[in-house]
């Protein structure tokens, strides 16, 4: 399995989503405060595929 680095617009997205939601854990931010673990979870997986699939 050949491993790509992702793309610089994909992991920027990537760590805000994942900022937003590190942020959304300690701060009340209305809607995003319920699904902070969600959020870094997201990021999670958007790295991980962005490094996975060509292109992404």
Known sequence: ???N???KNT???AVVIGVVGIIA???AIPYL???A???VV???VLLALA???KGL
């Open 1 to 3: 399995m050949r491993l």
């Open 5 to 7: 680095a992702p793309k």
């Open 11 to 13: 992991w920027i997205i």
């Open 25 to 27: 854990k300690f701060v």
């Open 33 to 35: 405060s319920i699904y």
């Open 37 to 39: 673990f969600w959020l």
């Open 42 to 44: 997201i990021a999670f």
């Open 51 to 53: 490094t996975y699939l």
